[in-house]
């Protein structure tokens, strides 16, 4: 059985605001959750409740759907009154015994303060009574919904409305559309409330004991899975799960950008690059770090570990409320820009290099993206107006410069050739600037130097 993760208010606040965007009388809104999904014949992934449904009714069980809408009886903007039910998988002790505990039509009313709820079954019935009996007249009915992400949901939608379309219906306004719902979600997602904030540190602290058992146990010879064990073991001791498969990658796998198979061996001098990140309650945190198989950088990898700290220094010193994402991807192109400048790696005037994109063949990833309950989160980058969005007080991104020489790459010397560098923290815009959620983990060459020196046996002198 999962609770509810936050207050039963706070959904329903939720609620409110997103009932803002709908017009009484006109609207409905349809947001379902996934069915469990097939892995292989009979086996399944583990389930994973859609975001944009767990956002607005915190119920986690898969096959469930959220019917809402507003009376009619009240202008645009102005508080009607809201209509909040919930489809979901019935109570069943045959496949309760084999799947665990459902809330049921019942429980799930109760759980989420819905007005109704209804076996999922019932949803066509469902919806074709509300276009028969809701929309006012004069008014064509709308469906905002999130089932675009959900091939299978599209077309059970569609199936379901068809005979709402014109030429069907004579005597009632025929159905306007299916419309996408989801930015209107990812807007109140951006900007984190202080519950949110909570489960965003305490996913980012679990991360930070990951990093480091992984710091303090990688050394030549290991296989890279053994370090992607050493790092989900502390994941799921702390009641946490991964957020996204660990990217643990040994010398040039350093340069594929979401390497996942994890299978080749620490040697002697490489760098190892590990990404891995987990989810606590639904909440998310992400940290790549770039590490000594040996304990000492050489030259050539201290070089790069400088370049992309740079990089990150400047991020964190323009991370503040009015700044835009997009102008930190630009200042930190042109640090990373300079770094190989003086590596002579690259030459010419910063901004045209920038401008041309000549350095995204050793820079082709963004510098960071929103962070939440998805690890991308679903938010928008843009206002309304197609600017870059700007950043506010409870915003959560990610910092995450990088450089990689593909073991092919010609355009630079051989010793260069197959190393990958990227360093990623986990930044909250505060009102007098930021704080990085991850900031307990050494990340410059220097501070990794030492910490494995001092905590990792292999390495003490
Ligand atoms: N772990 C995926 C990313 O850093 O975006
Ligand atoms: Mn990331
Ligand atoms: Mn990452």
Not at 119 to 133: M, P, V
Not at 249 to 259: E, P, Q, R, V
Not at 280 to 288: G, L, V
Not at 389 to 413: A, H, N, Q
């Amino acid at each position: 059985m999962i609770p509810l993760f936050f207050k039963k208010s706070l959904y329903s606040k939720r609620r409110k605001d997103f009932s803002e965007n709908l017009e009484p009388g006109r609207d409905l809104c349809v947001l379902f959750t996934q069915p469990e999904r097939t892995r292989s014949f009979d086996g399944h992934f583990p389930f994973r409740p859609d975001n944009n449904f767990l956002y607005l009714t915190g119920f986690a069980e898969p096959q469930s759907v959220m019917l809402l809408w507003r009376e009619d009886g009240a202008p645009r903007g102005k508080s009607s009154k809201i209509i909040f039910k919930m489809g979901v998988l019935p109570r069943d002790r045959t496949m309760e015994q084999w799947n665990g505990y459902r809330y049921g039509v019942e429980g799930a009313k109760k759980l989420c303060e819905a007005n109704d709820a209804f076996d999922f079954s019932e949803l066509k019935t469902q919806i074709q009574n509300w276009l028969s009996q809701v929309p006012s007249p004069g008014k064509r009915p709308r469906i905002f919904s999130n089932c675009f992400e959900y091939p299978e949901w599209k077309i059970h939608l569609d199936r379901i409305v068809e005979n709402f379309h014109p030429p069907h219906r004579s005597k009632i306004q025929p159905l306007e559309g299916i419309l996408d719902c989801r930015h209107w979600i990812g807007k109140s997602r951006l900007v984190k409330s202080k519950e949110e904030i909570e489960n965003m540190r305490k996913s980012s602290d679990i991360n930070v004991q990951a990093h480091l058992e992984v710091m303090k146990g990688i050394r030549p010879g290991m296989m890279e899975y053994e370090a992607q064990a050493l790092a989900e073991n502390v994941f799921v001791k702390n009641g946490a799960a991964n957020a996204y498969n660990s990217i643990c990658a040994t010398g040039s796998n350093a340069t594929i950008l979401h390497y996942n198979f994890n299978s080749s061996r620490m040697k002697e001098g490489q760098l190892f690059l590990i990404d891995a990140g987990c989810e606590y309650q639904f909440f998310t945190s992400d940290i790549t770090r770039t590490l000594p198989v040996s304990g000492k950088y050489s030259d050539k990898q201290r070089a790069l570990m400088e370049i992309v700290s740079a990089a990150q220094q400047t991020a964190f010193k323009m991370s503040k409320p009015g700044q835009s994402l997009a102008k930190i991807h630009e200042s930190v192109s042109d640090t990373l820009i300079d770094g190989l400048k003086d590596l002579k790696i690259m030459k010419g005037k910063t901004s045209a290099i920038r401008s041309s994109g000549e350095h995204r063949v050793y820079y082709p990833h963004g510098t960071g993206h929103w962070l939440g309950m998805d690890v991308h989160d679903a938010c928008p980058y843009l206002d309304s107006k197609g600017n870059p969005l700007k950043l506010e007080t409870g915003m959560i991104f990610t910092v995450e410069p990088g450089l990689y020489f593909l073991k092919d790459e010609k355009s630079v010397s051989e010793e260069w050739r197959g190393l990958g560098v990227r360093i990623e923290d986990d930044i909250l815009i505060t009102s007098r600037g930021y704080e990085n959620l991850t900031e307990d983990l050494p990340r410059t060459a220097n501070e990794i130097e030492k910490f494995m020196k001092r905590k990792n046996s292999s390495f003490q002198s």
